[in-house]
């Protein structure tokens, strides 16, 4: 585990320019700006091979996947993503484990000096910095410090103006996409492509997962236009078979997978998985299948071992609740799409009833996040609405409103379910843990990555139970 220092450091030094996580703001995203920096530092992305991958859902776990088979082939492989759970420099690590110190330190220290030297006339447009522009330049000299030969970069948001686009990979993908950040990308599913598709470069191949139709029409389009050859996951991929973990029987919380394609390997493959539901086997199907085409040497055995190891937090993560003997999911599920597929597993590895612990960004649709967690596939006893944190605006007095109201028109429902809105989530989040625990119930933390580090650094403190204020 790296030094929290390190990280802390960083963290301190980013928080004095523009964050749009933080502060959802228009007009802040260009590429001329980090096209400037990274010449001001020598060009640190091209120190090495890379791999782009964009989408609205599922991108952070291929760029897991694939980073965690190259690493497994013998590679040294960054692996570039967001947003982290418990600390910053968790978006930069070699296949999701942390470089030594030593390499974080001395890329902070080669950027610090060459940004604090540049004057406001030197930008161009004399725009301001941003903290994601200045996260993923840390991410290049990262890279270049701990001499990986491969890396692979996750987009932060969109991908033809996102800071991540001035790389010049070997290889793009994209998910599947939905309606996302819509303020910012469009509020139809061709412009949200038209974004995700500024990823495809000039005759670099380009990997496909499902799209919809009227997405899939954009990627052509572009591909076409960029001479770049498309793959699409109907045509290489026959069948993917999936066996969700049992886990009254053991305490391996795997998903077994077998692969079979459209002949890019000599066998089916069959691994297991550390990422669970549906879509994470379309995920490793695609990511082997990439992977495939840039190594055509590459023994299943080893793209098998590689996805076996890969992993990714707050992703359905199966977890013990310190309070009881029953699990815990931690899943950061914020859209209706990736909801659905939470509510799938869920359903399918547990039958009993369950607590759920819920909170959301005012920014995302927890009307249709309600629907889908209460369509009938899940049997919660218990439902605990809270706020996901201090870092994200949210809207608890209108969430819980539209709850109740939903409530009040299900009356089936609301004389099984006992409903509570806590404002304090530490408060929230510890009696949710001692109710599930004290009542023998699987707890459901979802909608929200920030609601699930919440719970994570709960968890992860020895002193935390005793000091949460009442």
């Not at 993923?136 to 270049?144: D, G, N, V």
């Not at 499902?210 to 793959?231: D, I, P, S, W």
């Not at 993917?240 to 305490?251: E, F, G």
Request: with cysteine; glycine share 6%.
């Amino acid at each position: 585990m790296v030094n929290n220092s390190v990280s802390k450091t960083l963290s301190d030094w980013l928080d004095s320019y523009l964050n749009f996580e933080r502060l959802p703001k228009k007009n802040i995203f260009w590429l001329d700006t980090i096209e400037f920096l990274c010449k001001r530092l020598n060009n640190p992305q091209n120190e090495y091979k890379s791999i782009h991958i964009a989408g609205s859902k599922g991108k952070g776990s291929v760029s897991a996947l694939i980073s965690s088979i190259l690493k497994e082939n013998g590679l040294s492989c960054g692996l570039y993503t967001s947003p982290h759970i418990l600390e910053l420099i968790e978006r930069i690590t070699e296949a999701g484990s942390f470089f030594p110190e030593s390499v974080y330190e001395a890329a902070f220290r080669e950027m610090v000096p060459r940004i604090e030297s540049i004057i406001p006339e030197q930008l161009p447009n004399e725009r301001e910095i941003t903290w994601f522009e200045l996260m993923t330049l840390y991410s290049f000299l990262c890279f270049k410090h701990a001499g990986c030969s491969w890396a692979v970069f996750e987009t932060g948001m969109g991908g033809r103006l996102d800071a991540t686009n001035v790389i010049k990979p070997e290889l793009c993908l994209i998910t599947p996409i939905e309606l996302e950040h819509t303020e910012y990308l469009g509020n139809t599913i061709p412009l949200i492509a038209g974004e995700k598709a500024g990823i495809i470069k000039q005759g670099i191949p380009v990997f496909l997962s499902h799209q919809k139709e009227e997405a899939l029409e954009v990627f052509k389009k572009k591909a076409e236009e960029k001479e770049a050859q498309l793959y699409y996951y109907d045509d290489l991929i026959k069948t993917v078979d999936y066996k969700l973990p049992d886990l009254s029987n053991t305490k391996d919380c795997k998903m077994h997978v077998r692969i079979e394609t459209a002949g890019l390997f000599s066998r089916p493959l069959d691994t297991d998985l550390h990422l669970i539901g549906k879509v994470q086997g379309e995920n490793a199907a695609l990511a082997a299948a990439a992977v495939k085409h840039l190594l055509p040497d590459i023994e299943e055995t080893v793209i098998e071992r590689g996805l076996s190891k890969a992993r990714l937090p707050g992703r359905f993560e199966i977890r013990d609740n310190p309070f009881g003997s029953k699990k815990m999911i931690l899943d950061g599920a914020h859209t209706e799409n990736s909801m659905k597929g939470t509510v799938d597993s869920f359903s399918r590895i547990f039958k009993d009833k369950a607590h759920l612990l819920f909170a959301c960004a005012s920014d995302k649709d927890f009307h249709l996040l309600l629907k889908t967690l209460f369509n009938g596939q899940c049997d919660f006893s218990e439902v605990t609405l809270t706020r996901p944190g201090e870092i994200k605006k949210s809207d608890l007095k209108s969430l819980s409103e539209y709850f109740e109201d939903f409530l009040d028109n299900n009356p089936d429902l609301k004389k099984n379910i006992s409903y509570k809105r806590e404002n304090n989530y530490g408060k929230a989040i510890k009696e949710a843990l001692e109710d599930a625990g004290r009542k023998d119930a699987v707890l459901l933390v979802t909608g929200s990555f920030y609601l699930v580090s919440e719970v994570k650094k709960i968890l992860n403190s020895q002193t935390a139970f005793s000091s949460i204020t009442e």
